[in-house]
Antibody
């Protein structure tokens, strides 16, 4: 069965960086994209990918390691407003929607 | 594209029919519209894609419809596990956007 397993919660100070991992299993990794969606406390969902990455002013980097079926999301120069649950999600085969999600990683930015 | 869901909160009883709406700020190709369910403390779960196609394992009491700027998620007979927050999403244009959510609560 398809599974996306994310790394554990992080607490960071403003200005620091965080790198969240997402390990995929149960399907052919190379055939699907994995994207990132975040959710601030008590708020809605926000896609972090594609051209929307411009919103993060170059602070976000997404990489993938096909040898371990793992994708990474690194966010630099953290601000308090980056406090959120970060989800990885597999993009459906016909594109655009997210058919499987990781369990989420809470990133807390606090001095 | 801004998606506006209504109502913000919907209070119903188990067994009743739920109708959730999502309005887009501009026309969305119906091939590129989805709905998700999020239970407290859990990740979102895909319910519907392509406006009306149910995702794997989703019961047939969930159905989607709509076109242009107006889309609807209908739950024909509410089960206790259906009380959650529901989000619509468009993936017709970038950035992919979500609605603000509708909370379906037990009356």
């Amino acid at each position: 069965q398809v599974q996306l397993v994310q790394s554990g919660a992080e607490v960071k100070k403003p200005g620091a960086s965080v790198k969240v991992s997402c390990k995929a299993s149960g399907y052919t990794f190379s055939k699907y994209y994995i994207e990132w969606v975040r959710q601030a406390p008590g708020q809605g969902l926000e896609w972090m990918g594609g051209n929307y990455a411009q919103k993060f002013q170059g602070r976000v980097t997404m990489t993938r390691d096909t040898s371990t079926s793992t994708v990474y999301m690194e966010l630099n120069s953290l601000r308090s407003e980056d406090t959120a649950i970060y989800y990885c999600a597999r993009e459906g085969i016909s594109g655009g929607f997210f058919d499987y999600w990781g369990q989420g990683t809470l990133v807390t930015v606090s001095s | 594209i801004v998606l506006t869901q209504s109502p913000d909160t919907l209070s119903l009883s188990p067994g009743e029919r739920a109708t959730l709406s999502c309005r887009a700020s501009q026309s969305v190709n119906s091939f590129y519209f989805a709905w998700y369910q999020q239970r407290p403390g859990q990740a979102p779960r895909l319910l519907i894609y392509g406006t009306s196609d149910r995702a794997t394992g989703i019961p047939d009491r969930f159905s989607g419809s709509g076109s242009g700027t107006d889309f609807t998620l209908t739950i024909s007979r509410l089960e206790p596990e259906d009380f959650a927050v529901y989000y619509c999403q468009q993936y017709d244009s970038s950035p992919r956007t979500f609605g603000q959510g509708t909370k379906l609560e037990i009356k």
